[in-house]
């Protein structure tokens, strides 16, 4: 499969136009419902999620992922000192579009692949961000994935979007 690489649309100073990022913090936690850590690497395991997280399993949601600029939005509205891992997300990323990656696009980071199953999810209790500020991002701009590929991935690792024509012919041929 090939990556796209250095693609960048109209405007490069723009983190929305750009098809790759990086890896700025991994988090996770032992238990469903604690704070999770944030941690300098992680293992992600296929078809389970990052090793020794609470949420990994056989399922669609086996690791989630927030960009670093939905964060922002969050302390712009008055959460100045919000850390990554705040929201529950496994993977903060910083540079790439999160919330507009399309379900079926596979992303690569860095020895690992995942694709994503699912954008958003349903917040039944609000949470304690939303109590706050009124709002919380994750429901609408975080995303969720399933890892394709094991590997070893590390803070600072860049994320790729894999060629979704590739990917296509690859699955025909």
């Not at 690489?5 to 983190?15: G, H, T, V």
């Not at 296929?46 to 086996?62: L, P, T, V, Y």
């Not at 100045?80 to 496994?90: C, D, I, Q, V």
Request: net charge negative.
């Amino acid at each position: 499969m090939e990556i796209i690489k250095d693609k960048i649309r109209e405007n490069p100073s723009d983190p929305c136009s750009i098809i790759s990022g990086k890896i700025i913090a991994i988090s996770v936690s032992e238990k469903k419902g604690s704070m999770k850590k944030n941690v300098p690497s992680a293992k992600l395991i296929e078809n389970w999620g990052i090793e020794g997280d609470a949420h990994a399993s056989n399922w669609h949601r086996q690791v989630s992922l927030l960009a670093n600029e939905s964060i922002n939005k969050m302390r712009e509205a008055g959460l100045p000192n919000l850390r990554a891992g705040a929201f529950a997300e496994n993977i903060t990323t910083e540079f790439i579009n999160i919330p507009n990656l399309k379900i079926g696009t596979r992303i690569k980071l860095g020895a690992a692949e995942l694709e994503i199953t699912q954008i958003g999810k349903e917040c039944h209790d609000k949470c304690a961000i939303y109590a706050q500020v009124g709002d919380c991002v994750m429901p609408r701009e975080g995303i969720f994935a399933r890892v394709i590929k094991c590997g070893e991935i590390k803070v600072g690792d860049e994320i790729a979007v894999l060629e979704t024509e590739t990917l296509n012919q690859a699955s025909v041929e």
